[in-house]
């Protein structure tokens, strides 16, 4: 059993930066790939980026590619999304998910553990 819990989100103007963190419980946390996805009102959830157990490959979606940075430290069990040059539309809930494999995928339905999210908000 993993536990996931996020912290960093808030609010923003247009072209600030925020980093996430997401820790997680258990000793096993090298075994899993990480991901951040998030979910707009009214939107589905979106794969955003994710990172191999090893930290060696990284994965990022088009709109957040250059902007947006993913990390992990496996020795404090916490993963990072450092996010520069923030726009409105980046605007949502941003939630990590762990997969009990080495790679990255972007659908949300094969990662195993969900954190409770945190809310992104950019103002313009």
């Known amino acids: 059993q993993v536990q996931l819990v996020e912290s960093g989100g808030g609010l923003v103007q247009a072209g600030g930066s925020l980093r996430l963190s997401c820790a997680a419980s258990?000793?096993?946390?090298?075994?899993?790939?990480m991901g951040w996805f998030r979910q707009a009102l009214g939107n589905e959830r979106e794969f955003v980026a994710g990172?191999?157990?090893?930290?060696?490959?990284?994965k990022y979606e088009d709109s957040v590619k250059g902007r947006f940075t993913i990390s992990r430290d496996n020795a404090k069990n916490t993963v990072y999304l450092q996010m520069n040059s923030l726009k409105p539309e980046d605007t949502a809930v941003y939630s990590c998910?762990?997969?009990?494999?080495?790679?990255?995928?972007?659908?949300?339905?094969?990662?195993?553990?969900w954190g409770q999210g945190t809310q992104v908000t950019v103002s313009s």
């Open positions: 258990g000793r096993t946390f090298s075994s899993y790939a």
């Open positions: 998910a762990a997969r009990k494999d080495e790679m990255v995928i972007t659908t949300p339905g094969g990662y195993d553990y």
């Open positions: 990172i191999s157990w090893s930290g060696a490959f990284t």
